[in-house]
């Protein structure tokens, strides 16, 4: 969810939250007053019908309100809240509407010459309620008016105001700390933004150096490195052929380069993991993989033969993956010689392709399943075999991880590698 949408969101419902109670309260506010009106000129009314009934005593007759606002009933005893008003609504038929209308009615006692009389008064309600109902109109239109103008108010000017965020995110998508460009954001008189614009910058670019800085070290590292081993080597192999040496020393000597030629392979893959978790190899295409396994299984069949193990490919299904082809043939290098090295002797690996997958399954001395939490970490070994790495299924899950793939280990009777294609 998008923050100026779910931030908006909720500005907007607790505003109209906070606009319908001020508007209940302005129109129970005002109904109010309405009523303490009419009770006023009510009570008014009852002083002036008191003050008649002194003067004259006739007044005491009216029953009706056929001719008069106010009717006057005598009571056989004293009323039990003699002289207390009491305010109701009520309807009245009246005769030039011909119909029932709403009246507000005042009704109270008084005594008069030792007798009790029960006084009401009305007065009509009708302007009032056209009153209320213009003031329940208004409110209703001042409420559709301030929704429609916060949604203009969001649509409009907060979409404007937040327009350098969404700039900004939209082209740290699109970065990559692989390429050499600086990105560039666009400048805004918000302050807060223009702030973010420049810490940002800084950042990217200090990481973008670090980065290059990094890429620089590793290669020259790698190949400063090569170039002494190689020499080492060489040197080794030299002395190996010269026919004066001792039993005791040829040994030595052996061991010394079966070492040296452990660190160049070594430092090969230390260097290619690092190229891969730092995005460098970029050309990608798309790869039938059904293809390059048949080739790859070409070459490695004098290593299955010399093993003695039998490789077997079944194409179930066609598949192809983008990629790039150097980390796919790694990718399948890694897995196939790891199954011919621990497959036992006189059996069978299968290489089996599936719509979205390929399974490696192979059987092994080692009979109980192989720790899947520690399996394809750095320099683990299950086996002590010396010309290991222990690097090999580290990169296999690399190369899968760059472009979104899986591999995955299962034990049921055969050791089991599955690369799953199906993009997580």
């Known amino acids: 969810m998008k923050l100026l949408n779910y931030t908006s969101r909720y500005f907007v419902i607790i505003l109209l939250f906070i606009i319908f109670i001020w508007a209940a309260f302005f129109y129970y506010n005002?109904?109010?007053?309405?009523?303490?009106?009419?009770?006023?000129?009510?009570?008014?009314?009852k002083g002036l019908v008191l003050q008649k009934v002194k003067d004259n005593p006739e007044i005491l007759q009216k029953k009706q309100f056929e001719d008069g606002y106010y009717t006057i009933q005598k009571?056989?005893?004293?009323?039990?809240?003699?002289?207390?008003?009491?305010?109701?609504?009520?309807?009245?038929?009246?005769?030039?509407?011909?119909?029932?209308?709403?009246?507000?009615?005042?009704?109270?006692?008084?005594?008069?010459?030792?007798?009790?009389?029960?006084?009401?008064?009305?007065?009509?309600m009708v302007e009032e309620d056209d009153l209320v109902e213009e003031l329940l109109y208004s409110i209703i239109?001042?409420?559709?008016?301030?929704?429609?103008?916060?949604?203009?108010?969001?649509?409009?000017?907060?979409k404007n105001t937040w327009k350098p965020f969404y700039s900004l995110l939209e082209k740290l998508k699109n970065f990559s700390i692989e390429s050499e460009q600086k990105i560039t954001l666009e400048d805004t008189k918000i302050e807060e933004f223009a702030l973010l614009n420049k810490n940002i910058e800084n950042l990217l670019y200090k990481s973008?150096?670090?980065?290059?800085?990094?890429?620089?070290?590793?290669?020259?590292?790698?190949?400063?490195?090569?170039?002494?081993?190689?020499?080492?080597i060489n040197k080794l192999e030299l002395l190996l052929e010269k026919n004066n040496l001792?039993?005791?020393?040829?040994?030595?000597?052996?061991?010394?380069?079966?070492?040296?030629?452990?660190?160049?392979?070594?430092?090969?893959?230390?260097?290619?993991?690092?190229?891969?978790?730092?995005?460098?190899f970029i050309e990608e295409e798309d790869i039938n993989?059904?293809?390059?396994?048949?080739?790859?299984?070409?070459?490695?069949?004098?290593?299955?033969?010399?093993?003695?193990?039998?490789?077997e490919l079944i194409q179930q299904e066609n598949l192809t993956a983008r990629m790039n082809k150097d980390l796919a043939i790694i990718l399948f290098t890694n897995l196939i010689q790891n199954a011919i090295k621990h497959g036992k002797i006189g059996t069978q690996i299968e290489i089996i392709i599936h719509k979205e997958s390929v399974m490696i399954k192979n059987e092994s001395d080692h009979t109980i399943p192989l720790d899947v939490d520690k399996i394809f970490s750095r320099f683990y070994k299950e086996t002590a075999l010396q010309n290991s790495t222990g690097l090999g299924l580290s990169i296999a899950q690399a190369i899968a991880k760059k472009y979104g793939f899986t591999v995955t280990y299962t034990y049921k009777d055969l050791h089991c590698f599955k690369v799953n294609f199906q993009q997580t």
């Open 30 to 45: 005002m109904l109010d007053e309405i009523y303490d009106s009419m009770d006023d000129s009510l009570e008014n009314q």
């Open 75 to 124: 009571l056989a005893r004293k009323p039990k809240k003699l002289g207390k008003d009491e305010y109701r609504d009520t309807l009245m038929f009246m005769q030039n509407e011909e119909d029932y209308e709403p009246v507000r009615l005042l009704e109270t006692s008084f005594s008069q010459a030792g007798n009790y009389y029960k006084l009401k008064l009305i007065t009509s």
């Open 141 to 158: 239109a001042l409420y559709l008016g301030l929704i429609l103008s916060i949604l203009i108010l969001n649509n409009f000017f907060l």
């Open 208 to 232: 973008q150096e670090s980065y290059q800085q990094q890429k620089h070290f590793i290669e020259n590292a790698s190949h400063e490195l090569q170039t002494p081993i190689a020499i080492s």
């Open 246 to 280: 001792k039993a005791d020393q040829i040994e030595t000597f052996s061991s010394v380069l079966q070492n040296l030629e452990r660190l160049k392979r070594l430092n090969k893959s230390l260097l290619l993991l690092t190229k891969i978790e730092n995005n460098q």
């Open 289 to 311: 993989l059904n293809l390059l396994l048949k080739e790859l299984l070409e070459d490695f069949l004098d290593f299955s033969t010399y093993k003695e193990v039998e490789l």
